[in-house]
């Protein structure tokens, strides 16, 4: 195709800034999980955007933050490395007048490429018109930005200009993906993070970072669209297994519930979702359990 353009562009930030809602905003589809609790994203999530213009391959990463344990270093590392070998990077920040210690620190990660920065200005909806110029002000001198984009990635406010903006910064190159690809993980991944989006949103502050939830079956019934799924919540301690079961079952219950509605749009059939609940201790601090959960061994090194 001629002056087709492609690339890979990776998303960056703090917890918590909305990476993952701009995400599915420019996709126009909900690939990644979304909370109002740190540390949603762990592992790297592509997606993939085709127009007549080009391909653009967005990279979601997890909020660079100060790690605690195993799980912590291994999101800051992935973070970190996505900044190397993409074309574009988008740094997205919330609308504050002063630059804070965790963006000085990315700030200082990014000084160590050449690659061109796109600074997103999110949640903008939360306030003044007359103060987003300040905040472009705070930013603009902190960093040598290729361009600051203003937007509301809940509301979907500004978002749709951001493709055109990336592809200005691409170069020609090939088709990497389908046209109708717009995820590289796999369908069983995908409904795990959903499942964990719904404890997220459920349970307490405490107990979300300390679980995971592993696929043990998924499986079509034969001559029906229904699939069978069973899910196991893999937890820490004895008393958070109690929390997530709920009393007579009833937190599970409206886990799995709430999850099943999205997996069934995910999946496009109905969905039998069975939820189990396994205690294992510290796994966070594990490497055998970080890979058996799909956390990639060479990053946790």
């Not at 630059?99 to 700030?107: A, L, P, Q, S, T």
């Not at 509301?152 to 690809?181: H, R, V």
């Not at 059939?269 to 055998?288: A, E, G, M, P, T």
Request: aromatic share 6%; net charge neutral; proline share 4%.
């Amino acid at each position: 195709m001629d002056n087709f353009k492609s690339g890979f562009v990776t998303i960056i930030g703090r917890p918590n800034v909305g990476k993952s809602t701009l995400m599915n905003q420019i996709i126009g589809q909900k690939i990644a999980i979304m909370s109002d609790k740190p540390q949603t994203t762990r592992n790297k999530i592509q997606t993939i955007i085709t127009t007549d213009e080009g391909q653009i391959i967005f990279i979601d990463t997890p909020g660079i933050h100060k790690p605690k344990h195993k799980l912590g270093e291994f999101m800051n590392k992935t973070a970190v490395d996505t900044f190397r070998g993409v074309d574009v990077i988008l740094w997205l920040v919330e609308p504050n007048m002063k630059i804070g210690k965790g963006d000085e620190y990315i700030i200082a990660q990014l000084e160590k490429i050449k690659t061109p920065v796109i600074l997103i200005i999110n949640k903008i909806d939360t306030i003044d018109n007359n103060d987003v110029l300040k905040v472009i002000d705070t930013y603009k001198d902190a960093y040598d930005f290729a361009e600051i984009v203003p937007v509301s990635a809940l509301k979907g406010s500004n978002t749709e200009i951001i493709p055109s903006i990336l592809f200005k910064y691409l170069e020609e190159g090939p088709q990497f993906f389908d046209a109708d690809m717009i995820t590289d993980q796999p369908e069983r991944q995908l409904v795990a993070e959903l499942i964990r989006e719904k404890a997220l949103h459920l349970l307490q502050q405490e107990i979300p970072h300390g679980i995971a939830v592993v696929i043990d079956r998924m499986k079509d019934r034969d001559n029906k669209n229904i699939v069978d799924i069973d899910a196991t919540i893999i937890c820490e301690r004895d008393s958070h297994k109690g929390i997530i079961i709920g009393k007579q079952g009833s937190m599970l219950k409206q886990i799995g519930s709430k999850a099943r509605v999205d997996v069934e749009n995910l999946l496009g059939s109905k969905v039998n979702l069975q939820i189990w609940v396994k205690i294992k201790k510290n796994w966070r601090d594990s490497d055998f359990l970080l890979k058996n959960f799909g956390f990639n061994q060479k990053d946790i090194d």
